[in-house]
């Protein structure tokens, strides 16, 4: 009897522990602190932010939603993002919810809804807040793959709407564009105290432009970019093809700034020709100031930016260590960032002292994943793909220009990223001659430097295989 009563007590205990652990604000909380680490703060703000969570119902967290379009909007683009948070958090409470679901909470009057959320832009602080304040023209490391774009933000940071208008840098992912664009926010405020600074990216513009919309607020809107604004800093100008009210609002955006001899300038991770659904209009205008391109960092640079961050982490980094990371993290500075956290993070807790080989043991599967990932079927492919051909035409001995040239920047690309020898490559391309190989790339080699149409689709390429 006893036995029996104090294992339902045990039981009742539990239970009670668990439903209020389940208490749906708490978890509420936790599920919005996940949620804000995979939306940027702008989307999080306008549509996160306003929800309230209700209660939990057959597996499901109920949550309030101002009206029916924030529903729909979350469940057409959040759902899977929501999903996944939950699950993080949910880790321990998996078996009690697997779902959400929205409610439209009509009590609620639209001006009530996000628009209230959305950042000034009267205050110096309130455009500090905009900035990414770790991205500064200081902790830019510099080097010949993107001095050029260095030097040209710079420029701009330091004579506004004189110097370059608009700029638009260009580069792959994680090459340093939004460091650099936040430099010149950085920048331009240390030398013009109140300068009306808007940075943002394309995507948080199109939100506006919706919530504008949406709210009848289209004349604020403007008023604020148009007339509020001394400088418009753009990240990510590639994701506004094939939006076109965004395109609409964002020409005359471009236009009343551009009039009124405000700088402009935007990033993008792809040059305004290749970005298709992007309007004819805004290409040239894009066209009318400075396109500064950010390449893949070069050894050195990679190794002082490993130092560099080091440093500021107050972290050791041995040479060696920097080198080795350095060799095998080529083409995207992010990545090169996180190994480098990665390792310091494992020696801080381990208390082990970084070395090659501990480098080496906490980056193994990076590493393995990495190795793999490039190969000269890979390139093969990708190459085929980009200018219609097939793998076998690569191979095939014919010679006509359509098949030539995929085959030639396809040699090329294999020498030049995986370094493999002449004779494999002939052996790889259908059983050709290494000296075939060998003047295929002299010749690409000659011409990515006079033929600017081949050289930015030798870039293309590149980026599509180191992604
Ligand atoms: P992108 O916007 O081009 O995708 P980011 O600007 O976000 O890339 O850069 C990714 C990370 O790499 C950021 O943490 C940034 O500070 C860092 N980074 C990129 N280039 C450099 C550089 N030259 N010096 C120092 N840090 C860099
Ligand atoms: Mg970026």
Same mark, same amino acid.
């Given at each position: ?34 949620? =804000? ?151 331009? /405020? ?71 001899? @405000? ?26 100031? /400075? ?20 440093? /500021? ?35 801080? /807790? ?54 030539? =040239? ?6 090329? &690309?294999?020498?030049?990223? &995986? ?30 430097? @006079? ?17």
């Amino acid at each position: 009897m006893i036995n029996e009563a104090l294992a339902v007590n045990e039981k009742t205990t539990s239970v009670v522990s668990e439903t209020s652990s389940l208490d749906p604000n708490t978890l509420w909380q936790s599920l919005a602190a996940a949620l =804000k680490s995979r939306v940027n703060e702008y989307v999080f703000q306008t549509w996160f932010a306003p929800l309230h969570p209700t209660c939990i119902r057959d597996h499901q967290l109920i949550i309030q939603t101002h009206d029916r379009f924030t529903k729909d909007w979350i469940d057409d683009h959040y759902r899977d993002v929501v999903l996944e948070a939950l699950n993080e958090t949910g880790l321990g409470l998996k078996h009690e919810i697997d779902e959400f679901e929205l409610e439209v909470n009509d009590a609620l009057r639209p001006h009530d809804a996000p628009g209230t959320h959305q950042v000034t832009v009267s205050a110096q602080s309130a455009q500090k807040k905009q900035l990414n304040d770790k991205y500064l023209f200081s902790n830019f490391v510099v080097g010949p793959s993107n001095q050029f774009a260095f030097a040209a933000s710079r420029a701009v940071a330091d004579r506004p709407a004189q110097a370059y208008n608009p700029l638009f840098l260009f580069g792959g992912v994680g090459l340093g564009k939004t460091h650099l664009i936040n430099a010149v926010g950085h920048g331009v /405020l240390a030398n013009f105290q109140n300068y009306r600074i808007i940075y943002m990216s394309s995507e948080q513009f199109m939100n506006e432009v919706i919530n504008g919309i949406r709210y009848g607020k289209m004349e604020e809107f403007h008023n604020k970019y148009r007339k509020n604004c001394d400088m418009l800093l753009m990240d990510d100008i590639q994701l506004i093809a094939g939006k076109d009210r965004t395109q609409e609002e964002f020409f005359h955006t471009f236009n009343a700034l551009y009039e009124s001899k @405000k700088q402009i300038i935007v990033t993008s991770d792809k040059l305004p020709h290749e970005i298709s659904g992007l309007e004819e209009r805004m290409r040239t205008r894009f066209q009318w100031g /400075l396109i500064a391109d950010i390449q893949p960092p070069e050894i050195e640079t990679r190794v002082a930016i490993l130092k560099k961050k080091a440093e /500021l982490e107050g972290a050791e980094l041995p040479d060696g260590v920097a080198m080795f990371l350095a060799e095998n993290i080529r083409s995207n500075v992010r990545e090169l960032e996180g190994a480098l956290i990665r390792v310091i993070a494992h020696s801080s /807790l381990t208390g082990q002292r970084i070395s090659i080989d501990y480098a080496r043991e906490v980056l193994a599967e990076i590493l393995a994943n990495r190795q793999n990932l490039v190969t000269v079927e890979g390139i093969q492919k990708i190459v085929a793909a980009y200018y219609s051909v097939r793998v076998a035409d690569l191979k095939s001995p014919r010679r006509h220009k359509v098949v030539a =040239k995929p085959r030639q920047v396809a040699m090329y &690309l294999c020498r030049k990223l &995986l370094n493999t020898s002449y004779p494999e490559l002939g052996e790889r391309f259908g059983g050709k001659d290494h000296t075939t190989i060998l003047s295929a790339c002299r010749k690409m080699e000659l011409l990515e430097q @006079k033929d600017n149409a081949l050289r930015s689709e030798v870039q293309e390429l590149k980026r599509r295989i180191q992604e």
